[in-house]
């Protein structure tokens, strides 16, 4: 039986103790106090202290609060810190 690529990663994931996010391109939303993290984003479209857009492969999340700042930004993850108000999901 040959193996399909998509099952070739989820053994590699799981051999690796990689979360399931991160190899299969989902997005994930985690917000612990004031530090709002996304893992698997597609960049900024808009930026401030008030508001952010992050895009992702299922849309735009938008970001409202007071003193919004993006502390990390790297091809994987995006941390935003502050006030968070509201956060809408795709």
């Known amino acids: 039986m040959q193996k399909t ?3 070739l990663v989820a053994l590699a994931s799981e ?17 612990v106090g004031g530090r709002l993290s996304v893992v698997n984003h597609k960049g900024v ?3 401030g202290p008030e508001y952010m857009e992050l895009l992702t492969r299922e849309g735009v ?3 409202r609060g007071t003193g919004l700042a993006l502390v990390v930004m790297n091809h994987m993850e995006l941390v ?3 006030h968070i108000g509201s ?3 795709p």
């Open 61 to 63: 999340i938008h970001v």
């Open 45 to 47: 479209g808009a930026f």
């Open 87 to 89: 956060v809408e999901l």
């Open 80 to 82: 935003i810190t502050g």
């Open 15 to 31: 051999r690796l103790n990689l979360p399931a996010e991160a190899t299969a391109g989902l997005v994930k939303v985690e917000i």
């Open 5 to 7: 690529p998509r099952t």
